[in-house]
């Protein structure tokens, strides 16, 4: 039996990094606010029943062997529940790979859901969320989904009520930027400094203003990233002046994304970057 699920992508549309934790459980990494909103972009995540553990993907980038976080995460169901056989999973990856977007985050949740369902676990939402934290701190916000407040590290993750949706232009350059390469740029001299953006963005979603979430984008990691890697922040530049209502960074990046007043002129704008793009939207609350 092959059960399969889609596995979608989330961008970052506000980020403020506030501290390094230096002590407890989550010592080393760092407290986060942001502002986490799903899109439809998606990988196909298939799971058959198998002797041993296999990774099947398209793309040569993502690991098969155990560094691969769905392969982790069969592991983690199999020893937790003591399950006996294991399984293969193939990736039919469409979400780019280090790209900010939190594919690999995504394929990990959507596999211990599909480990659930493979071996008929009966596992409830909060106990796939605590799975999925001790793979990684951005795999328990796939268990809500949609548009939510994320710190991560401390574990405050809230689901935020709202009507608000998008049309984006996701533009993603020739390479990636890592997320321990990202983590290791920070500036703390600077970083923290727009956290009333945040709670704005997040009252303004309540409140279904789309204009107030416009005004409140932004992303601490652009501070050192964009340093780093200057043609980022001249391609979000360019973003701007191809008729976008505003452009950000995912994550760590390096993806870029523009926001379109509507489908066609995302379409249009797509069409004058000369990077690879695609035009998405927010999932809202058509998850599948």
């Given at each position: 039996?092959?059960?399969?699920?889609?596995?979608?992508?989330?961008?970052?549309?506000?980020l403020?990094?506030v501290?390094?934790?230096?002590n407890g459980?989550?010592?080393?990494y760092?407290?986060?606010?942001?502002?986490?909103h799903?899109?439809?972009?998606?990988?196909?995540?298939?799971?058959?029943?198998?002797?041993?553990?296999?990774?099947?993907?398209?793309?040569?980038?993502?690991?098969?062997?155990?560094?691969?976080?769905?392969?982790?995460?069969?592991?983690?169901?199999?020893k937790?529940?003591?399950?006996?056989?294991?399984?293969?999973?193939?990736?039919?990856?469409?979400?780019?790979?280090?790209?900010?977007?939190?594919?690999g985050?995504s394929?990990?949740?959507?596999?211990?859901?599909?480990?659930?369902?493979?071996w008929?676990?009966?596992?409830?939402n909060?106990?796939?969320?605590?799975?999925?934290?001790?793979?990684?701190?951005?795999?328990?916000?796939?268990?809500?989904?949609?548009?939510?407040?994320?710190t991560?590290?401390?574990?405050?993750?809230?689901?935020?009520?709202?009507?608000?949706?998008?049309?984006?232009?996701?533009?993603?350059?020739?390479?990636?930027?890592?997320?321990?390469?990202?983590?290791?740029?920070i500036?703390?001299?600077?970083?923290?400094?727009?956290?009333q953006?945040?709670?704005?963005?997040?009252?303004?979603?309540?409140q279904?203003?789309?204009?107030?979430?416009?005004?409140?984008?932004?992303?601490d990691?652009?501070?050192t990233?964009?340093?780093?890697?200057?043609?980022?922040?001249?391609?979000?530049?360019?973003?701007?002046?191809?008729?976008?209502?505003?452009?950000?960074?995912?994550?760590?990046?390096?993806?870029?994304?523009?926001?379109?007043?509507s489908?066609?002129?995302?379409?249009r704008?797509?069409?004058?970057?000369?990077?690879?793009?695609?035009?998405?939207?927010?999932?809202?609350?058509n998850?599948?």
């Amino acid at each position: 039996m092959i059960i399969a699920r889609n596995s979608y992508a989330r961008i970052t549309l506000a980020l403020d990094i506030v501290r390094k934790i230096e002590n407890g459980p989550g010592a080393g990494y760092h407290e986060l606010n942001i502002i986490k909103h799903q899109i439809n972009l998606h990988d196909i995540l298939r799971i058959e029943e198998t002797t041993e553990t296999e990774i099947v993907c398209d793309n040569p980038d993502v690991p098969r062997d155990r560094t691969n976080i769905c392969w982790q995460a069969i592991d983690l169901v199999r020893k937790s529940f003591n399950v006996r056989s294991s399984a293969r999973i193939h990736i039919e990856k469409r979400i780019p790979v280090k790209g900010g977007l939190a594919g690999g985050s995504s394929n990990a949740c959507t596999t211990l859901w599909l480990c659930n369902d493979l071996w008929h676990l009966g596992l409830t939402n909060d106990e796939i969320s605590g799975l999925g934290r001790s793979l990684g701190m951005d795999v328990p916000y796939y268990t809500k989904g949609n548009t939510a407040f994320d710190t991560e590290a401390t574990g405050v993750l809230e689901e935020i009520s709202t009507s608000v949706g998008f049309w984006f232009v996701l533009v993603m350059p020739g390479f990636g930027v890592s997320t321990r390469e990202a983590y290791g740029g920070i500036d703390y001299g600077r970083i923290g400094r727009e956290r009333q953006k945040t709670a704005d963005m997040r009252n303004a979603f309540a409140q279904n203003s789309r204009e107030e979430v416009l005004s409140a984008l932004h992303n601490d990691f652009e501070l050192t990233v964009f340093e780093r890697y200057p043609a980022l922040k001249s391609l979000k530049q360019a973003i701007r002046e191809a008729g976008c209502l505003a452009a950000g960074m995912s994550g760590s990046g390096s993806t870029l994304f523009g926001i379109a007043e509507s489908e066609d002129q995302a379409q249009r704008i797509a069409g004058m970057i000369k990077d690879r793009t695609l035009v998405v939207s927010s999932l809202r609350n058509n998850r599948q």
